[in-house]
């Protein structure tokens, strides 16, 4: 496990690498993937891209939480949380990836 | 929203672009996020979230039908924790 963090820059630099558009509009179009699938799960829309992945927005009601530090009981709101369901393909490639030699 | 409704979608900002261009466009986005998860890194989109790879320690499991007990090896496992700027989008607060 090399533990290196990839950013936008990375995501950019690959699809300029594989599409030969300048370096500035790949990475606008990284930037458009990315508002696009926020735009859709902020109006509460499933985003489900094959072999990679499910994102889905769930509410949540509220409860009544506690500060683990002073003990005291804090009411938590009702909120909107997004969960990511990786697909079979993705989950496979990571074990595999992974896997002690 | 589907893979091929977000193509449509960039497709529809970028009439200069070939439709098949932008499928590899958005093809290369998520194959690089796979990609680096199966090298052991992370990837961080501020904003939107980030992608990394947790450690599942190997374990003793359960047949849950025989009661049978089977040695689990250790495994790696995707996983994705959502950024603050979308967590706020969905509840609502905008940014500034």
New interface residues.
């Given amino acids: 496990m090399s533990g290196r963090t990839l950013t936008r820059m990375d995501l950019s630099e690959a699809v300029f690498r594989e599409v030969g558009l300048s370096r500035n509009e790949s990475a606008t179009l990284v930037e458009t993937v990315l508002q696009h699938m926020s735009d859709a799960l902020v109006e509460g829309e499933t985003v489900k891209i094959s072999s990679f992945g499910t994102f889905s927005v769930r509410d949540k009601a509220a409860r009544v939480g506690r500060n683990p530090k002073t003990g005291e009981e804090v009411p938590i709101s009702p909120r909107r949380v997004l969960t990511f369901r990786p697909s079979h393909l993705m989950k496979d490639r990571v074990a595999a990836g992974n896997k002690k030699a | 929203?589907?893979?091929s409704e977000?193509i449509q979608?960039?497709a529809d900002?970028?009439p200069h672009?070939y439709q098949r261009?932008v499928e590899?466009?958005?093809n290369?986005?998520?194959?690089?996020?796979?990609g680096?998860?199966?090298?052991?890194?992370?990837?961080?989109?501020?904003?939107?979230?980030a992608f990394s790879?947790k450690?599942r320690d190997a374990r003793t499991g359960r047949n849950p039908r025989t009661g049978d007990a089977v040695e689990v090896e250790?495994?790696?496992?995707?996983f994705?924790k959502?950024g603050k700027l979308?967590?706020d989008?969905?509840?609502g607060i905008e940014p500034e």
């Fill in positions: 929203m589907i893979r977000l979608k960039i900002d970028n672009l261009d590899r466009i958005v290369t986005i998520f194959e690089e996020i796979i680096a998860m199966a090298d052991g890194d992370r990837v961080e989109l501020r904003g939107f979230g790879v450690k250790e495994k790696h496992v995707p994705f959502t979308l967590r989008r969905l509840n």
